[in-house]
């Protein structure tokens, strides 16, 4: 009976022992982190290497995506705006959408899916293996040696595997005007620089950016936090995947929210 | 393999600086290879206009709308145009803003000022820079119409009061009056119509009898031309002058008749009246001749020694030694 009663408050301080042990985790990351930047000595010679594989083998995917959304919005604007509106905003609608959200977002959930579930694996296995208490070890401190390059990489590339992407999509855009919707490139230039704004595409850069950051950490944190061996990897890996998704849809209501 | 990451990086990294980069002066309207400069125009408002709408010089877009910004004493706002510095402007530029559709979007548009003199641009200071006018944007027309709008309602809520039962009565007995009065006024005008005709008509003989005259006129004045021709209108008037002078004399002397006239008019009345009074007197019976008149004893004596003088007279002639005696010495 009295264990019932107490059952509550022992959810409570479990939930809320665990959060505060999982915020301590994330400071701890976090700080070693920022600590590790000073051994370049390190994670420079790694840093290429990440870049190649976070952003460079990224772009294949990342462009297919943006193709197809510019396809979808430019007839989807030229359905909604049958009518009353010129045809001219389907160019509005597809450099607007594409720079400001959809260019940053769906990359984004992209890379969380390809850059996060890889850098989970990736330490996971290393962690369950104690390759990672090999490097402490051997006195190479892990946070520089796995999580920097993959930060700075993630940071790095995100911004510019969004901007390839936002053009990726505007031009299938402007195609798929050109030959599906009859209109004419002057018509989809003017909807394009109708209500553009250089700050539209520092809010794509600040947005890819902490895309990056996010997924990437959160990659690193969840497989440095990995126990159980191959069946840990994996519920890793779906952590560090769902999480940095989810990461990312706050920080696009989050950035809108409070640079919009 | 290290290298081919090193290049493929690079790569990833140059192309999305530059397609940032250049998609953002692109998309901003920069017009890459062609000179440009920037012009200002102050205005006292400038509606929905906003950096980077387009700027236009006879509906050709030749630049953008680079800067926006209220004067630092707040009386104006000033707007810098970035523009295609080979396009003619004209000389008495302005700025007019205006909206370029109906969907927000604004645009400025270079014009020459002598166009749209009811516009009331902003005159500025400095010589360089241009006057601007921006017009009302479709909010405030909105707002405009919505006025109007709750001003017709509320007139028609006065008139929804004013037209009682009893005003449709009295609104029924005046159409009815209105159609008496129409009926009459038929009548008139269709009395008046016959009376014209018979006018016309009238104005048509008489227009005929003035053509006749007319021509009888010019007949005449033909004669009388002729006549001028010919002396005898100098011999006529010589003699109508004779005629005057005649008649000027006689009337001299018909003024002096008349005037003797009335003086002796005026003796006359005079005469008659101390005339009157005698017989008036002689009728009362005032004087010798009134009692001559009224007196019957005194005609009587008259008569008898009118009677006796006569036998004197017969007896004279009769016996005249009687009378008479005549001695010589």
């Known amino acids: 009976m009295t264990t019932r009663l107490l059952a509550p408050f022992t959810w409570l301080g479990s939930h809320g022992l665990s959060m505060t042990q999982g915020l301590g985790n994330w400071g701890s990351l976090i700080t070693d982190t920022v600590r590790a930047l000073r051994h370049v000595d390190v994670w420079g010679r790694l840093l ?62 992209a890379l969380a899916g390809r850059i996060g579930a890889n850098v989970a694996a990736e330490i996971g296995s290393m962690k369950v293996t104690e390759q990672i208490d090999a490097l402490e070890t051997l006195a190479y401190p892990p946070n520089a040696y796995l999580v920097v390059p993959r930060v700075l990489a993630g940071v790095i590339m995100f911004p510019a595997v969004t901007i390839l992407a936002i053009g990726m999509g505007i031009t299938s855009g402007w195609v798929t005007s050109l030959q599906l919707l009859d209109m004419s490139t002057p018509q989809f230039v003017r909807g394009l620089t109708l209500f553009f704004f250089p700050f539209d595409v520092w809010f794509a850069i600040i947005k890819a950016t902490s895309f ?38 706050v920080l696009d209501a989050f950035w809108a929210v409070l640079l919009l | 393999m290290k290298r081919r990451n090193e290049t493929l990086v690079g790569l990833v990294l140059v192309l999305g600086v530059v397609t940032a980069v250049f998609g953002s002066l692109w998309l901003q ?59 003619p402007r004209p000389p008495d530029a302005a700025v007019v803003l205006a909206p370029e559709s109906m969907f927000g979007e604004w645009q400025a548009e270079i014009v020459s000022r002598s166009l749209y003199p009811h516009f ?143 003086k002796m008019a005026v003796r006359a009345e005079s005469t008659f009246a101390r005339v009157d009074r005698i017989l008036g007197a002689a009728e009362d019976g005032e004087g010798t001749l009134g009692r001559l008149l009224n007196d019957p004893t005194l005609m009587n004596e008259v008569e008898a020694t009118l009677v006796q003088l006569q036998l004197l007279l017969e007896d004279v002639r009769e016996n005249p030694r009687r009378y008479l005696r005549l001695s010589i010495f």
């Not at chain 1, 936090?225 to 990312?248: D, F, N, P, Q, Y």
């Not at chain 2, 909010?139 to 001003?151: G, K, M, V």
């Not at chain 2, 227009?207 to 005898?232: K, N, P, Q, V």
Request: negative net charge.
């Open chain 1, 48 to 109: 290429l290497p990440q870049l190649a594989r976070i952003g460079v083998d990224s772009i294949p995917i990342a462009l297919f995506i943006a193709t197809f959304t510019g396809i979808v919005l430019a007839l989807q604007a030229s359905y909604t705006f049958t009518g009353a509106i010129p045809l001219y905003f389907v160019g509005v609608l597809v450099g607007k959408t594409m720079i400001m959200e959809l260019g940053p977002v769906l990359t984004g959930l």
């Open chain 1, 212 to 249: 990056g950051l996010v997924v990437t950490l959160v990659g690193c944190f969840y497989g440095f936090h990995t126990t159980g061996g191959a069946e840990g990897v994996g519920r890793s890996t779906t952590k560090a995947v769902v999480v940095s998704s989810m990461l990312i849809l």
């Open chain 2, 29 to 87: 309207g920069w017009e890459f290879g062609r000179t440009v400069e920037t012009v200002e125009a102050v205005f006292s408002d400038v509606g929905q206009a906003a950096e980077g709408n387009a700027v236009k010089v006879r509906g050709v877009r030749i630049g953008r709308i680079d800067e926006v910004s209220v004067h630092p004493e707040g009386e104006f706002v000033q707007v810098v145009l970035r523009v295609d510095a080979d396009v």
């Open chain 2, 120 to 262: 009331q641009f902003l005159d500025p200071n400095e010589p360089d820079v241009l006057p601007g006018y921006a017009l009302p944007d479709i909010s405030r027309l909105t707002a405009t119409a919505d006025r109007i709008s709750e001003n017709l309602a509320d007139l028609s809520d006065r008139i929804g009061i004013a037209f009682s039962e009893e005003t449709a009565e009295n609104l029924a007995r005046t159409i009815q009056n209105v159609e008496g009065v129409s009926d009459r006024l038929t009548q008139l005008i269709e009395q008046q119509a016959a009376t014209f005709d018979v006018l016309a008509a009238r104005v048509e003989e008489a227009t005929g009898e003035i053509g006749r005259a007319a021509t009888a006129s010019r007949t005449t004045f033909d004669h009388l031309s002729d006549l001028m021709a010919t002396g005898e209108v100098e011999m006529l008037l010589t003699d109508v002058r004779d005629v005057a002078e005649g008649l000027q004399s006689l009337t001299q002397e018909a003024t002096t008749t008349t005037s003797e006239f009335q």
